[in-house]
């Protein structure tokens, strides 16, 4: 009987290794057989008007009182001496004050638009623990420094040197075209707000809406050797909640058992062991499935057999920063606040918790569980002005997603392409009413050292890293007229 089991059981193991190697062999690649093109032939002086346009020092401060709008303005000044062909054929609006939409018509009204999008301002420096001066614009030893050149005056700088390219090859869109850039991304997007609002209001349903989020990256996707091109295809939400507690004070020689201080603590300690479990939403499964192909053997079983080894995968998740926060909504306490004294027994005491929310986890089901966690009444909770909700997953299996990896594969070479979550928020999250087909996704190269530079110091972008961006947005617009 032994003998029986252990031939059964061995039989068993036999047949999942053949189960799991089959499922391996049959895992096929998802990336498109798109032939790389080659440099666009960018001109040197697309070069000098990035390095101008950093010179203004569009900046949006937390305290908007310190904001230098002059400086929007004289940026819109340059923007219309150096692209003039842009300015004579698109039309062009300004809503909220700053924020620029232009319209570059289609032969066919009746094509769905495509949207391009970047945003004017740029978050504030520390000056002194800077190489090189933030808003020089220096050109040096191949790269261009500077505030923006990444985030995001890079993208908006190459969107018009490639409208300003084509209108000079002659080339007339038969799908129009719409170029929104907002001014204060960095502390909000009310003006991309404005400009959503008014295409919702004309009825708008575009075919595509590309904007800033996630890059090409270059030994950062573990066990990949090839640079990562990987497109937000949704984004995280936001959720903060202030937590109160309210009891009678006293002296500290004569303390009760519980005061507002350990009771607020508690209901912390209580948040913090409850999080929610890891999952993998859509976009992580499908960058999963896009990634897994190219893993070498004999990690790609892992990837290719998820169905039992997904555990083995969110193993790895959790175990850094950034994946825990890819595959789980996340909960921080940052702020807590108490006390008046050290001999004063508190009367209240609050702190605030931040939740980055996973689609499929809505603001009012985190609040609804926090109640039940938390389950003591002398606590309040209360959510804070400017929730977030996670936003609709987009498709990567449709025309538009296809054609971003086309142009992803013509302009950058031996690249991979896959989609995935956003951890942070751009304007695009606005648009959410005037497309279902929004992506994030800004066309140039990092490394990990160079990642650290987005708002952080030494920001700069490589010369040969902008001219492939403004290559990529002359194919994206190209390829977007066959787009169904």
């Known amino acids: ?15 999942l290794v053949v189960v799991l190697l089959v499922k391996t062999l049959l895992y096929q690649s998802k990336q498109s057989d798109v032939a790389y093109k080659g440099p666009a032939g960018i001109s040197e002086m697309s070069i000098t008007n990035l390095s101008n346009a950093i010179q203004f020092m569009t900046v949006s401060n937390e305290d908007p009182s310190l904001n230098d709008t002059s400086e ?15 300015h004579q ?65 890079g993208s908006l700088i190459a969107i018009f040197e490639s409208v300003e390219k084509l209108i000079r090859e002659g080339f007339v869109p038969t799908r129009t075209v719409l170029l929104a850039f907002g001014d204060d991304e960095e502390v909000g997007g009310k003006g991309a707000i404005a400009i959503a609002n008014s295409l919702k209001e004309r009825g708008v349903d575009a075919a595509m809406v590309i904007d800033e989020g996630m890059v090409i990256t270059s030994g950062i996707v573990p066990m990949v050797s090839k640079p990562v091109a990987i497109i937000g295809t949704s984004e995280k939400g936001y959720l903060s909640v202030k937590l109160s507690c309210n009891v009678d004070g006293g002296h500290s020689s004569m303390p009760q058992a519980e005061t507002a201080i350990s009771i607020l603590s508690n209901a912390l300690v209580k948040i913090t062991n409850n999080r929610p479990p890891p999952t993998f939403t859509k976009p992580v499964k499908e960058f999963l499935r896009y990634i897994g192909p190219e893993i070498p053997w004999p990690a790609r079983i892992v990837f290719a057999n998820r169905w039992l080894l997904g555990g083995v995968l969110k193993s ?14 996340t909960t921080a306490p940052t702020m807590f606040e108490s006390g008046i004294k050290d001999n004063v027994l508190p009367t209240s005491a609050t702190a605030i918790v931040n939740f980055r929310l996973l689609p499929g986890d809505p603001s009012s089901e985190i609040l609804s569980n926090l109640k039940k966690i938390i389950n003591d009444n002398r606590v309040s909770i209360e959510p804070l002005d400017g929730v977030r909700e996670p936003t609709p997953v987009s498709p990567s299996d449709n025309n538009a997603f296809n054609i971003i990896q086309k142009t992803i594969k013509q302009s950058f070479e031996n690249t991979i392409v896959a989609p995935t979550l956003m951890l942070g928020a751009s304007d695009s999250r606005n648009y959410i009413e005037v497309s279902e087909n929004i992506y994030r996704f800004a066309p140039y190269q990092l490394n990990p050292e160079m990642l650290e530079t987005l708002h952080g110091n030494n920001e700069r972008i490589s010369i040969d890293n902008f001219k492939a961006m403004v290559g990529f947005y002359c194919r994206l617009i190209r390829n977007a007229q066959s787009m169904k």
């Open 72 to 86: 929007f303005a004289l940026f819109h000044e340059f923007l219309r001496g150096t692209y003039p062909l842009v």
């Open 1 to 15: 009987m032994i003998k029986k089991i252990f031939k059964y059981f061995g039989l068993a193991i036999a047949a």
């Open 89 to 153: 054929t698109l039309q062009k609006e300004v809503h909220n004050k700053f924020a620029l939409l232009y319209e570059w018509k289609g032969k066919d009204t009746t094509l769905k638009p495509v949207i391009l999008l970047a945003h004017q301002d740029v978050v504030p420096v520390v000056e002194a623990e800077w190489e090189r001066p933030p808003f020089s614009g220096l050109i040096e030893d191949g790269y261009v420094w500077g505030r923006g050149t990444l985030d995001d005056k």
């Open 316 to 329: 790895i998740y959790t175990g850094s920063g950034p994946g825990n926060a890819t595959v789980r909504t």
